[in-house]
């Protein structure tokens, strides 16, 4: 028994003498080092850089092309006069280079709308960046208010195994000068040796835990630190209105975002109608050299420039295809986000509730916690003078244990409630 004794003792020493980790700080990790995180980011600077004029198609495109040519040839021509030329091993040698000109002027204004769908693919970069920093951060404030909730069990487990040793000690004291019956002491050991074990548990319970806090600040998820006793929780919170939630919430401007570049896709499938005109213009020079054939020189620079017209007339159907196909995917994103607006209304609405009544079982359990404690002083006092029971003050224990669990249970749902409120109106992180 002394030796599980110290070996619970070497757990918890090991377990809360390690580094100091405030919530605030675990936040600051998160967002530093969160994979997920890290992810969004880039895939937000990516849709930054691709907005622009040049990749919609707006701006001409301008090449320099150069070529080097050389040859030996065996060469016969046989001319209608009866000549004939022959030459062999003739060598031949031409060079040319050119800049180019290509810029369309007229797509049916598809590139001005792929602009527009840049400038909205880059606000839905922005808001998936802010949606998962929101989850993140929900995510590791409640993971780091699991850890102190586990902490605080163990606390709560170990008041009992206070108390259990106690009685367990007291009732040793009382058997050996016969005052109380043996049975009380064993009660009172097996008591004692159940607390033992929950403590035990509670702490195969709170490394889980630091695994999972760890694993969103992307750190050693063996790792253990040291955490706050307990944590700020807000009780007067305010509902935002449902309809500022469009506002708001990120997912929902994800959603919002995604029907709109749907939109201008779909606009864009149907500018495919309408002909292409296109500026072409070019500086060339040419140089050719042989030895055979009727011109033995040759060399050619200077401007050229023309437009082109690509009318499309018919293609197997394809152009209305695509413009169908286009329509009906913007219509489908379209009904996608009024249910996503159902939903997060939904979900807001069953957080806040939750969080009120998460405020009432706090205030409950505050106020319970201190008859609670009292009872089990009186009990422990009526014991010791030989007026409680044993049964009784073993009750009076577990009801205080048990209200220690419930108190901080309150807390902890509490936060979780508090932190799931904010995420749904994005006040998580500015």
């Given at each position: 028994?002394?030796?599980?004794a ?12 390690q ?18 995180i890290?992810i ?18 707006m701006l ?19 001319f ?38 840049l ?9 998936q960046?802010?949606e998962?920093?929101q ?10 208010a ?9 606390i709560a ?11 367990m ?21 097996v008591?004692?040796n ?8 509670q ?8 695994a ?5 600040m992307?750190?050693d ?13 807000d ?6 209105h449902?309809?500022?939630l ?17 939109q201008l ?18 500086y ?11 011109i ?5 620079y200077?401007p ?10 018919f ?9 169908k196909?286009?329509?009906l ?21 069953t ?13 409950l359990?505050r106020?319970?916690?201190e ?9 422990k006092?009526?014991f010791k ?8 003050t073993?009750e009076?224990?577990?009801?205080y ?9 309150a ?10 409120v ?8 500015k």
């Open positions: 028994m002394k030796r599980i110290i070996l619970i003792a070497m757990l918890h020493s090991f377990a809360y003498a580094e100091l980790l405030t919530l605030d700080m675990a936040i600051e990790r998160a967002l530093q080092h969160n994979f997920d890290r969004a980011r880039t895939d937000a600077k990516q849709a930054e850089v691709n907005n622009t004029a040049g990749n919609a198609g001409p495109n301008l090449d320099l092309r150069g070529g080097l040519n050389t040859a030996s040839q065996n060469v016969r021509n046989e209608i006069d009866g000549r004939v030329q022959q030459v062999s091993n003739a060598p031949s040698f031409g060079y040319n280079g050119s800049v180019n000109l290509n810029w369309t002027l007229f797509d049916g204004g598809r590139m001005f709308l792929l602009k527009k769908q400038n909205v693919l880059e606000l839905a970069g922005e808001a960046l802010k998962r920093v989850s993140v951060v929900s995510q590791t404030i409640q993971a780091y699991q850890v102190v909730w586990q902490r605080q069990q163990g487990i170990d008041t009992g195994l206070v108390l259990a040793r106690t009685r000690e007291l009732s040793l004291l009382k058997y050996k000068t016969g005052t109380s019956a043996k049975v009380d002491y064993l009660q009172a050991q008591d004692y159940s607390r033992q074990s929950d403590s035990m548990r702490l195969a319970a709170l490394n889980a835990s630091f999972t806090l760890n694993m969103l992307g750190g998820a063996d790792y253990i630190y040291t955490v706050q006793d307990s944590l700020a929780i009780t007067s919170l305010l509902p935002e449902a309809e500022l469009e506002n708001i919430n990120p997912s929902l401007s994800i959603a919002r975002y995604n029907a709109e570049a749907s896709n779909a606009r864009m499938a149907k500018a495919n109608y309408f002909p292409v005109i296109a500026l072409n213009g070019a060339a020079y040419n140089n050719t050299q042989s030895q055979s054939g009727f033995a020189f040759s060399q050619s200077g050229s420039a023309g437009l082109t017209l690509n009318m499309p007339l293609r197997g159907g394809n152009v209305r295809r695509e413009a196909i286009a329509s995917q913007a219509v489908r994103d379209q009904l996608l986000y009024e249910r996503q607006g159902t939903e997060i209304s939904r979900q807001y609405r957080a806040w509730r939750d969080y009120q009544v998460s405020v009432g079982a706090y205030d359990e106020r319970s916690i008859a609670a404690k009292e009872n089990v002083f009186i009990q006092e009526r003078a030989g007026i409680a029971t044993t049964l009784e073993r009076a224990e577990n009801s244990v048990q209200a220690l669990v419930r108190y901080y249970t807390i902890y749902n509490l936060k979780v409630n508090e932190t799931r904010l995420e749904l109106e994005g006040a998580l992180v």
